[in-house]
């Protein structure tokens, strides 16, 4: 089974977060919500939304 950590998405939203100097507020993603069923992916990617609470890093 692939874990959050090994999933390029949470990967690239990680870095965009970073990069508008924004910091994720707890475990990240707080919620992940398919756009896909399970059997409509055969062989193709899951379409998911992601929601992350976020704060800015102030410096």
Known sequence: ????DDC???EALRGWIASEGY???????FREI?????????GQYRM??????VEQILI
Request: net charge neutral.
């Open 34 to 42: 398919y756009l896909t069923s399970d059997k409509d992916i055969y």
């Open 8 to 10: 390029k998405a949470i």
């Open 48 to 53: 998911a939304e992601a929601v992350v609470p």
């Open 1 to 4: 089974m692939q874990s959050v």
């Open 23 to 29: 910091r994720p507020v707890g475990q990240i993603p």
